[in-house]
């Protein structure tokens, strides 16, 4: 079987995991972190990285966040890509927003700008939570322009895309903030993980609270004295004071070791998965749909390679039946999603529609060899 991901986390590591456990340390969130989220930081090309248990979770925040700092309030429209993941879409409607589904486009798969346009003259949203789809680039000059022309917060979904860069600039610090998952599979591992990243000092400390119950144990000494005194708080009493509707999502030191130990690597992993990227590129030539190349424009660090074919069905099989996993494209359109449908029925949006029904993704890994690539190819060059 040639698997669709693998761990990123080796046995070398693994030893020295085991190794610095023999030392027992401090294992709940910690120094650790925090130095994880430096380098993170670094990595990246922001200024404040926040670590969370999981990309679904910085999600979350990066949403609750703006609300908490009253940039938006429930009620206000977020534009959600109809082709994204569930977590993209469904903290907007928990936290009672309300939520405006874009199609896609059929170039790198995001927000189709044309739609976008309609939807931002129609119904004057706060918030677009862009996601950059398996890696694909986005055009991030229209749509950084389009959000500043009509005063719209950018959120970023780089959960796939890690690596990923537009015109020499990392995807992930376009907008305000920006999440990463470090799940297995995705392009670094902490088991399970996620990361918030951000330029903007104060939403990083109510990021920071948010995190941890809404406590302010975590806040900057600054931002602590400015809540302590405005509420009235001793330095006792603050051990347990909340100043918002916090939540539990903190990660572990355990992680963030595995997490220094990682980002090591970022750099190897990116240039393979780039590299399998275009040789998916080189031997998929087809007439119905290519995923564009990448190039000095649009760097793509690919999570998993995208197809879209008439009858699925039957190249799933295929694939299926030569040892290769295959997946459906993510979401397929949340439009037709049953947990938006129960509420909303179906919503029909043309380009999403095209890759609900047929659309799949291939493997990709840092470990995947050309001759696998060759394989996988000729199984799907057969359908076409």
Known sequence: MIPLVKDTISKHEI???????????????????????????????????????????????????????????????????????????????????????CDCNLRDLSVDLGHLEQIIKSHNPKVLLLVSVLGLVPDMKQIVNLCDKHDIVLLEDACESLGSMYNGKTIGTFGLMSSFSTYFGHHLSTIEGGMVCTDDRGIYNVLKSLRSHGWDRDMDSDFQKTLRQKYNVSAFESLYKFYSYGFNVRATDLQAFLGIGQLKKLKIITKERNKNYNLYNEYLKNDYWMPPKSSDLMYVSNFAYPVIVPDRERLVEELKNSQIAVRPLISGSHGRQPFWIRDNGVTRLKNADIVNDNGLYLPNNHELEEEDIQLICNVVRRHF
């Open 15 to 101: 030893d020295r995991l085991i190794g610095w456990l023999k030392t027992y340390p401090h294992l709940t969130k910690g120094d650790l972190t925090i130095q994880y989220e430096a380098e993170w930081s670094k990595s990246l090309g922001c200024k404040y990285s926040v670590f969370v248990n999981s990309g679904s979770s910085a999600n979350l925040l990066m949403l609750y966040s703006l609300m908490e700092t009253g940039k938006i309030k429930r009620g206000d429209k977020v534009v959600v890509p109809a082709v994204s993941w569930s977590t993209d879409l469904a903290p907007v409607i928990q936290l009672g927003l309300s939520p405006i589904l």
